[in-house]
């Protein structure tokens, strides 16, 4: 009897203890599924790059946009950067750099959000976006960067179009979180990109838009909308410059891969 008692008193705290951590860990688990399922059901409707990636695709998706979103700091300038934007804005990150090894573009610390067009320091002018190394930054006007995500067809998209900036710089930092783009079919895209920026300041563009032909940034940022959003019209346009994008992204969305 006096050591089935002593038996109690030294097991049920022990017994109490591992009740309480078993509880703590379902719950914690139950909270991860059901923030999991939100962000799958999120990325499901704004995006339809992301619901035609097979499901394992789509669980390495996640992971990198809670990679992304875990990396950078949101400042909103009069707009509060919900869970939710900051998965949109993570989610275009991703899309971008799927196809490479996982990055999360760590140069750029921070992602800065105005509610709409904005008065920039870079030539005191209105802009939508930008992206500044020096300070590290993205910058996104939030009305343009939906009203992008809406209308997917139209070669136009803010969020690649900043996030493109982004792993062009990147790819410059010699960061090691960016496994640098292959160079010689970097080479050929410069060389391929002199030729078409030609074209476009003769008024003959095949496809991309005047802005194009600005520098060699902007085209790489603009050919990047063109690759996701009319990747069938850019290979039908421009086949070697978009198998040499297609070669230098790892990803081929004319043909859905
Ligand atoms: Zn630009």
């Known amino acids: ?34 923030r999991d399922r939100q962000l ?27 990679a992304v979103v875990e990396d950078k700091e949101f400042i909103g300038r009069s707009i509060e950067v919900t869970p939710a934007m900051q998965n949109s804005l993570a989610a275009s990150l991703v899309q971008l750099t799927f196809g490479l090894h996982l990055t999360t573009l760590a140069h750029f610390t921070r992602i800065i959000v105005y509610p709409d067009r904005y008065r920039s320091r870079i030539g005191q002018s209105d802009h939508v976006g930008e992206v ?23 070669g136009r998209n803010l969020g690649l179009h900043e996030m493109a900036h982004a792993l062009w710089f990147e790819d410059r ?47 790489f940022a603009v050919a990047v909308e063109y690759f996701f959003e009319q990747p069938a019209e850019f290979r039908q346009a421009l086949p070697e410059l978009y198998a040499t994008m297609a070669g230098l992204l790892k990803q081929d969305p004319a043909n859905g891969v």
């Not at 038996?7 to 009740?19: C, D, I, R």
């Not at 500044?132 to 139209?154: A, M, Q, Y």
């Not at 090691?176 to 920026?197: C, G, N, P, Y």
Request: proline share 2%; aromatic share 10%; charged share 25%.
């Open 173 to 219: 930092t010699g960061n090691a979180d960016l496994i640098r783009l292959d160079k010689r079919l970097m080479a050929r895209w410069r060389e391929l990109a002199k030729v078409e920026a030609a074209r476009i300041h003769a008024g003959n563009s095949s496809l991309f838009r005047d802005y194009a032909g600005t520098n060699q940034e902007e085209f």
């Open 132 to 154: 500044n190394p020096g300070l590290r930054t993205i910058v996104v006007s939030w009305k343009r960067f939906c009203e992008d995500n809406h209308v997917t067809d139209d």
């Open 1 to 34: 009897m006096h050591a089935l008692i002593s038996l109690k008193f030294v097991l049920f705290p022990q017994g109490l203890a591992l009740l309480a951590w078993l509880v703590v860990a379902v719950v914690s688990r139950w909270t991860q599924y059901k």
């Open 40 to 66: 799958h059901a999120q990325l499901t409707q704004e995006l339809s790059y992301y619901g035609r990636l097979n499901h394992r695709h789509q669980r390495q998706f996640r992971d990198r946009v809670r």
